[in-house]
C-alpha cells in the first residue's frame, strides 16, 4: 500500500537560516511524489515534482526537494527562509493511478 | 496556468437542507476530478473520484446517498452534500488534471469550501 509520512507537525525557523520539511514515502513501482503548499482557507498550490532524472528538483518560491531512493525520502528544501513562506505543506505520492495520497502537512513558521 | 474555480468559498446552512458545491476546470478539460475533505490541522482525506459521465467511485466510508458528485461536463463536477447535519460542517476542496497531460502531472486544487452547518 502507499504511504507517505511527514513526521514533523510544526517547524519553526528563523528568517534568513535554511529551512527543510521531511517527507518519506512508501510506494510499489516507481513513485511520483509532489510537495504543495497550503495558505488558511485556500486550496493546494503545487510547488515542485520528481518523476524521474535529476534527484535535486526545483520548483516554485525558491523552494527545491531531494529525491533519496535509498532513503525513500523526498526532503522540502529552501536556502533562506523568508516570513511569506509560512504556511501548510503537503507531500504526495503516486505510482502511475490517478490516486494521490497526501501526507498529514507540516506546518511551517518562519519567525521574523 | 490551469486553473479550478471552486464556488461558494463559504455557505452556511441550516441542518437538514442540502448544500451544491462546484468545481469548474477554466482552461483545460478534466476527464477526473477528485473531491476531499480536510479536517481542522488535518490532512485531506480522499472522499471520491468523480468520472465524466458515469458515476463516482467513492473512497470505503463514505456515505454516496450523502455525497452526491456529478460530473456532467468535461469541466464541471458538483458535490452535493444532502440532508447536512453539524458533523459535515468542514472544508472541502476539489482538484483536477488536465486530462491533455500524463499521469505525473500534478493536481490543480480550487480554493477550497468552507461548509459551516448549524
Known amino acids: 500500500a502507499q504511504s507517505v509520512a511527514q513526521p514533523e507537525d510544526q517547524v519553526n525557523v528563523a528568517e534568513g537560516n535554511p529551512l527543510t520539511v521531511k517527507c518519506t514515502y512508501s510506494?510499489?513501482?516507481?513513485?511520483?511524489l509532489f510537495w504543495y503548499v497550503q495558505y488558511p482557507n485556500r486550496g493546494l498550490q503545487f510547488l515542485l515534482k520528481?518523476?524521474?532524472?535529476?534527484?535535486l528538483v526545483k520548483g516554485s518560491y525558491g523552494f527545491e526537494a531531494e529525491f533519496n531512493k535509498s532513503q525513500t525520502s523526498f526532503h522540502l528544501k529552501k536556502p533562506s527562509a523568508l516570513v511569506s513562506d509560512s504556511a501548510l505543506y503537503f507531500c504526495a505520492v503516486t505510482s502511475g493511478t490517478y490516486k494521490y495520497i497526501f501526507g498529514t502537512g507540516t506546518r511551517l513558521k518562519v519567525l521574523a | 496556468g490551469a486553473v479550478v474555480s471552486q464556488h461558494p468559498s463559504r455557505v452556511i446552512c441550516k441542518s437538514g437542507t442540502s448544500v451544491k458545491i462546484e468545481c469548474r476546470s477554466l482552461?483545460?478539460?478534466?476527464?477526473?476530478m477528485f473531491w476531499y475533505r480536510q479536517f481542522p490541522k488535518q490532512s485531506l482525506m480522499l472522499m471520491a473520484t468523480s468520472n465524466e459521465g458515469s458515476k463516482a467511485t467513492y473512497e470505503q466510508g463514505v456515505e454516496k446517498d450523502k455525497f452526491l458528485i456529478n460530473h456532467a461536463s468535461l469541466t464541471l463536477s458538483t458535490l452535493t452534500v444532502t440532508s447536512a447535519h453539524p458533523e459535515d460542517s468542514s472544508f472541502y476542496i476539489c482538484s483536477a488534471r488536465d486530462q491533455g497531460t500524463g499521469e505525473n502531472s500534478p493536481l490543480h486544487f480550487g480554493n477550497g469550501t468552507r461548509l459551516t452547518v448549524t
Open positions: 510506494v510499489s513501482g516507481n513513485p511520483y
Open positions: 520528481y518523476i524521474t532524472g535529476d534527484n
Open positions: 482552461d483545460f478539460q478534466a476527464t477526473t
